[in-house]
């Protein structure tokens, strides 16, 4: 994972904690809220961000397969694509 997208979804954990936090301490759930849906965000930009280095890892580790699996996803969306 890049170092500056690592950072930066920390830093977002960080201040959703703290809204979430401030939320339950001045009673505002408005606050909380928004301090969950940014810890939630954090959470899916740093799984989102390790599956692209799985997917690019296993890509230069084997390319043949990853061709193999890019076409049979190409023809099965040309395949939705056409019943429309």
């Given at each position: ?9 920390k830093l977002e ?38 599956v692209g280095d ?31």
């Amino acid at each position: 994972m890049v170092e500056s997208e690592n950072f930066e979804a920390k830093l977002e954990d960080g201040i959703g904690r703290v809204q979430d936090g401030l939320g339950g301490l001045f009673g505002d759930p408005e606050l909380q809220l928004k301090g969950k849906a940014r810890i939630v965000c954090a959470k899916s930009r740093r799984c989102c961000a390790e599956v692209g280095d799985t997917v690019r890892d296993l890509t230069v580790d084997q390319p043949l397969l990853a061709l193999a699996v890019a076409s049979v996803i190409g023809f099965l969306a040309a395949l939705l694509w056409s019943r429309r």
